[in-house]
């Protein structure tokens, strides 16, 4: 694929001292912004006028929906539930009465009058639901629920009810709506021509698409009673099966995307038209998460080349000097097929964990130790490729490997000497200690670290920089040290690297403003903000010390897998594996990426559409990826009033068949 720019090689780890300026600079803007309240990436965007993820980070709890950010009582209340038994499962809101009772809530927000309104949510309804009539949205005006501008029903299949006669236009007609299973909705809504378009499609559960809903507009111009939007009442009836609604959001926008049309495939140049509002003074356009086009307020028309990566190289390099590292976990997972031929061709990392990648816990030690042997031969002895390894020994404190109790350390370095044929210890870059360390006390680290590196010395494995991986549970990126890290009070750790998971979190987990959005602008900006804030408070507050001097290295590992599916729309995921490429790239200190993960379940290799922003990343850095940009796309919209304030998105995917 044709690249904008190329990779730019950088020093040495000893000659790294000129990033002290940049790291000088950032220091001061966290610093400024610690004091002040960071600001965040896009902080002038407006914000939807209704966001329920129904999650604990969002502010609700497990009880009546009725009093629950600004819900009120009619009649009964839906209740807020957990979807499953661990405790940091997902939330959603049930539509389920019992004894004859009716559902009446309502949602008040003030008058949205702006020419064009979204709502979105996901749906599910489950099994035994045969009548049309299990749950309803109606969208009012002028405050008034009497004067209702349209009605969405949901049962056995949806239907929208508008027009002052009450006309009824199926969505999915009666009896064909796939019960048990999760669909995506999108309502948009004209407020100056009052007419309504309808997009649904069930979340695909396997193949390619799984965790993608492919929206299909099933309804256009439907007639809506004139007037803003002042909220929404829900309902539901004591009927056979019940209703699940997720992620429900509302939203205004001054510019839309108007070609081309969502789901379309295309290639080549790709002609993107726009209708704004008078109100819109610039616009950005985006693709995969990158800026690629901007333009005033008179914009009306771009020209995309999908051809053309619009991802830029790394401006500096990885371990030992090569370029940026790029890899997966998990090519092989629990001693199951080797997929490293199948992702070496866009990556330039091999990484290597201790236990779990190559055998089960119920496997003899040998068994699963010789695997690993086989595949760190196999990579590091290629003769055609130099690829870097990053071996991660997944320790305990007690120096055995976690799961793994009757292996520590010494069978798995020995790996690298024993044998006419061993592995490589050259290629090894970088050794993570521990990868469930966060919350170790720093002196535990070190001494462990010292234990390890004195038996390498003993059987003559020349010295690796050390790591310590930091999971994600808020620490970082709101200025909090986990426990492992020292503050600057305290003695220091002796770590050559840190390895940050640059994860959004799970929703129960954190605030706001860390975990996954239904909104993909605002994850994007998430993950932008959340490596922003953790680069600068180790900066700033953590007293780590490389044993050997020098500057403090970072490895980013991010999400490219779907948490098990509790991260329910894929595209959600696969949307930020570029922004958070974009930040590790323009950082001195970031020697490596690494995606979690790949043949694990709900990975890469169960969603094969995140390979498509990977392939991008890897042309970016390595190029020669044939067929990067090829796949599923994400093209959006900012579309933002004078001095870059009230920010809108419009957000599509497209198939790029180039």
């Not at 000893?14 to 965040?40: D, M, P």
């Not at 129904?54 to 502010?59: A, H, S």
Request: with cysteine.
């Amino acid at each position: 694929m044709k690249n904008i720019t190329t990779l730019t090689q950088g020093a040495s780890r000893h000659q790294r001292k000129v990033s002290t300026y940049s790291v000088l600079l950032r220091t001061i803007a966290f610093v400024t912004a610690f004091i002040a309240g960071h600001t965040t990436a896009w902080a002038n965007d407006a914000k939807p006028w209704l966001k329920n993820t129904f999650d604990r980070g969002d502010g609700f709890s497990l009880s009546s929906l009725c009093g629950q950010k600004n819900w009120k009582k009619y009649w009964a209340c839906p209740q807020v539930v957990s979807l499953g038994a661990d405790e940091n499962a997902d939330y959603a809101l049930l539509i389920d009465p019992h004894n004859g009772q009716t559902i009446d809530t309502y949602y008040e927000t003030t008058p949205q009058s702006t020419r064009w309104q979204v709502i979105e949510f996901d749906v599910k309804v489950g099994a035994g639901a045969v009548d049309p009539s299990l749950a309803k949205f109606q969208i009012n005006t002028n405050g008034n629920p009497s004067e209702r501008k349209f009605q969405f029903y949901i049962g056995n299949g949806m239907r929208a009810n508008y027009g002052p006669s009450g006309q009824i236009a199926d969505i999915v007609p009666a009896g064909e709506m796939i019960l048990d299973r999760w669909y995506r909705v999108r309502l948009e809504m004209d407020l100056s021509t009052e007419r309504l378009d309808v997009w649904a499609a069930p979340y695909a559960e396997s193949g390619d698409d799984r965790g993608i809903a492919r929206l299909v507009r099933r309804a256009t111009g439907l007639a809506m009673r004139p007037g803003g939007i002042t909220g929404l009442d829900l309902w539901g009836w004591d009927r056979p099966g019940d209703v699940v609604i997720d992620n429900l959001v509302g939203y205004a926008q001054i510019a839309r995307i108007t070609n081309p049309l969502r789901e379309v495939e295309t290639g080549g140049v790709v002609d993107v038209d726009i209708a704004r509002t008078s109100l819109v003074d610039s616009f950005q356009l985006f693709v995969d998460g990158t800026v690629v086009a901007s333009g005033t307020g008179n914009t009306t028309h771009f020209e995309w080349d999908s051809t053309v990566n619009p991802l830029h190289a790394p401006i500096h390099p990885g371990f030992g000097g090569r370029p940026l590292g790029f890899g997966y976990f998990f090519t092989r997972y629990q001693g199951g097929d080797n997929h490293w031929s199948t992702v070496n061709r866009y990556t330039n990392l091999y990484h290597a964990w201790a236990g779990q990648q190559y055998g089960t816990t119920d496997e003899r030690a040998a068994v699963w130790l010789e695997r690993m042997r086989d595949d760190l031969v196999n990579i590091s002895r290629n003769q055609n490729e130099d690829v870097p390894i990053v071996l991660n020994l997944n320790l305990q404190p007690n120096g055995w490997i976690k799961g793994y109790s009757e292996v520590d350390y010494r069978p798995v370095l020995s790996l690298f000497v024993e044998g006419s044929n061993h592995p490589d210890w050259s290629k090894v870059v970088a050794v993570e200690l521990c990868n469930d360390c966060t919350k170790w006390n720093p002196a535990e680290y070190n001494i462990l670290a010292d234990r390890v590196h004195n038996h390498m010395t003993a059987v003559g494995l020349p010295w690796k920089p050390f790591g310590v991986v930091i999971e994600n549970n808020g620490y970082l990126e709101n200025g909090k040290l986990p426990p492992v890290l020292p503050n600057r009070s305290s003695a220091p750790l002796q770590a050559d690297f840190v390895t940050y998971e640059a994860y959004l979190s799970s929703p129960d987990k954190v605030r706001e403003e860390y975990y996954f959005s239904p909104l993909s602008h605002e994850n994007m900006a998430r993950i932008r903000d959340n490596m922003r804030n953790a680069f600068d408070t180790l900066t700033l507050l953590a007293n780590i010390a490389p044993p050997l001097g020098g500057d403090l290295d970072v490895i980013i590992d991010m999400p490219a897998y779907t948490q098990s599916g509790a991260w329910r729309n894929a595209d959600l995921v696969r949307d930020i594996q570029v922004p958070a490429y974009e930040e590790a790239r323009r950082d001195p200190r970031v020697r490596a990426i690494q995606m979690f993960a790949y043949a694990r379940p709900s990975g890469t290799k169960d969603h094969p559409r995140f390979r498509v922003p990977h392939k991008l990343i890897g042309d970016a850095i390595k190029g020669g990826v044939l067929d990067a940009g090829r796949g599923r796309r994400t093209l959006a919209l900012r579309a933002c009033k004078a001095g870059e304030t009230d920010c809108t998105w419009d957000t599509i995917y497209l198939g790029i068949q180039n």
